[in-house]
């Protein structure tokens, strides 16, 4: 089994680490415009299996072509790019999953699901943690009820060590960390879709042994949940877990215009406030403290008569300054696994199709277990 991974950033490196791991991996392509830096993540996490390429990926053509030699990709770039590189990988004829993060970008995806189907592809947008594990999570409770009324979905990215005023460091890309925090968000409300602006619902939370968290809404988390589920489910909405009172503070930033784009200008420049506030974001809030991912999905419904409530929890900590993220490997693992099962004919569909469609939730968690990543599920009856 072949497999690329496009991207040699934080969870591309970790996608290395997972596939060069595994028995049936013979070998993994790691492309990227920097050469230099895939060459060490293919000597530091790839073992004898990474094959470093040069790739821009804005070039679908080339993408195109490169990709021929493989039976699947993992786009971990920044979200615009992976439209061209869900044609390259159809026009290739290799199986194809991203780490998505944009509704706008899945749904230019979905509609290449006639060509995916006649080039015998298999492609699945957003499939690294939310949106990703989450959704694959809430059809496994659909498949657990008979009926489904409610799935709440709380997922965080933390550090263990919180440093204000803030309380938060950059586990993933600043650009993504804005659009969450600045589109609007998808929900179901009395089985129908309904948009809600980000920022707001803040409501309090706890788990074991961290103790106070607020969640609020954010864009992109329920990604194709909301289609999936329209007038099957009666609500289902997505909340990011922070320490308490980040939200009032990130969301006055943007309030006065952060996260414009709009260029100003200056005495002797112009320059978008966007592109300096993730240039702030980057130099202040990465810092190298160990992290930890939060995930809490609560699903209600019936099932023979009674009313149910399954609740699914993670809580995946980064072990030491020298190992893999808890953000990396939650997010980059998934991908890797989805990525595995298409080649190996564990997802049959052909076309492109949201995961929670399309892949057996049995299969994914018993990966997600080999992995350690350490996923609890509890019912009882309400």
């Known amino acids: 089994m072949k497999i690329a991974v496009i991207g040699a950033g934080l969870m591309g490196r970790a996608a290395v680490y997972d596939l060069a791991s ?8 790691i492309f990227d415009i920097n050469l230099d830096l895939a060459r060490e993540i293919g000597s530091k996490y790839g073992s004898s299996k990474a094959e470093p390429v040069w790739l821009d990926a804005s070039d ?15 786009s971990c770039v920044t979200y615009k790019y992976n439209p061209g590189l869900t044609k390259a990988a159809i026009s290739a004829g290799c199986h194809f999953v991203d780490l998505g993060g944009n509704n706008d970008v899945v749904n230019t995806q979905l509609s290449m699901n006639s060509e995916a189907i006649s080039a015998g592809v298999t492609v699945i947008p957003d499939s690294g943690l939310a949106p990703g594990m989450v959704s694959i999570l809430a059809k496994d409770a659909t498949n657990k009820l008979d009926k489904t009324t409610s799935i709440k979905i709380r997922v965080g990215g933390l550090p263990q060590s919180p440093r204000p005023p803030l309380n938060y460091q950059m586990v993933f890309s600043a650009e993504g960390l804005i659009n969450e925090y600045w589109e609007p968000c998808l929900i179901l409300e009395n089985g129908k879709k309904k948009t809600v602006n980000p920022m707001t619902g803040v409501e309090p ?81 990465t810092y190298d403290g160990l992290d930890m991912v939060l995930v809490r999905l609560v699903a209600e419904g019936q099932r023979d008569g009674k009313n149910i409530q399954l609740t699914y929890e993670i809580l995946d900590r980064q072990e030491s300054s020298t190992s893999l993220t808890a953000m990396m490997r939650t997010t980059a693992f998934p991908a890797a696994i989805l990525a595995r099962m298409a080649v190996r004919g564990e997802i049959t569909a052909r076309g492109c199709k949201p995961q929670e469609l ?9 990966e997600l277990r080999k992995r350690n990543i350490n996923l609890e599920i509890k019912e009882k009856d309400i």
């Open 358 to 366: 399309i892949v057996n939730p049995a299969i994914f968690i018993a």
């Open 205 to 285: 939370l706890e788990f074991d042994g961290i103790g106070e968290l607020e969640a609020f809404y954010t864009s992109g988390g329920t990604s194709t949940l909301p289609d999936s589920f329209e007038d099957e489910i009666d609500f289902l909405d997505y909340k990011t877990i922070r320490y308490p009172g980040h939200c009032r503070l990130f969301k006055t930033m943007l309030e006065i215009g952060l996260a414009s784009k709009q260029k100003l200008k200056l005495s002797h420049s112009e320059v978008a406030p966007r592109e300096l506030f993730k240039a702030v974001l980057d130099n202040s809030l």
């Open 22 to 29: 595994k028995d049936d991996i013979e070998k993994v392509g």
């Open 60 to 74: 679908e053509k080339a993408a195109a072509e490169i990709l021929k030699d493989y039976d699947a990709a993992i």
